[in-house]
């Protein structure tokens, strides 16, 4: 016993070292790894701010800029208010302005505060090929009863996105017809479920299915949370892989690598009742909000969400890519991807 006992502070000193040295080199490690997983959460990436961007289409984000902040001045936008009303009729005369035919699709919503009337609008770019292709967009923004949510990125940015987009394209063009979608409703009363939220685009897949429209359109693009400054779109991996090659293919060919991310996510949003109808269907997000986890956190769904959190130049980099990818998609379509 005394062997042992006498050996043990040598052996173990000898033990612990190795220990200590090995510990060491572990926390090392996890410490690197964790400090390049903190950095999205807690540093913001100055790479995704866009500046100084030439526009690379006739998507003009300046233009969209001051559509932006003539919604965000209307004030809270929730369904079935006033000032929502007035965004209806902003969206109305632009899109009639620009020669669009127009079309409201006025619908009751059974939501959990009870029934809400909402209204879908949408502009029609006249193709020269049978089918169509939806680009579409919330306008609303959540009713929220404590705070003044203005909503500039979350259902002002999308809206203001898909008004320039009508305005850059006109109301004709070659290839399919566009349909440019303004959802009411996408946003849920109090907490998100399956049934509360996205009560515009849900209305109006069932809308274009007993209309018998639904078997011509195409594809869908949905829009949401573009205006970020620090814009990053992660992928939407539930998407069919030729739309992510058709969006991404055209980022990275007009340098917008930094804003379209490698990294993916699926979010449910207004993309989603026409994938669950076999539509060919993605949605494009930049679900971190300022930059971060904790700039999102602070931002979206708060009193935060304001103008200043938005840019010119962000609207401009996705107006730019989706343009010329709706050529890439005609493409794809013709060649006979669909799922
Ligand atoms: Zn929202």
Redesign the pocket.
Known sequence: MTGPLQNRPFSAGSGSLRFIVAFGVVAFVLLGLLASGLRPLLARDDSQRPTGTAAKSPFDGARAYETLERICALGPRPADSESLGQTRSLILDTLEGTGLKTRVHEFDAETPIGVVPMVNIVGEIAGTKRGVIVLSGHYDT?RMDDIAFIGAN??GASAAWLLEFARAIGNQREGRTVWIVFYDG??AFGEWSDTNGIFGSRAFVEHVKETGEIDNVHAVLNVDMIGDCYLGVQRDIASPTWMQTAVWGKARELGYEGHFLNSGTAITDDHIPFRLAGVPAMNLIDFQYGGSSVDHERTW?TENDTIDKCCPESLQVVGDVVYHALDTLETYLDAGLRN
């Open positions: 959540k979350d259902g996408e946003e769904h």
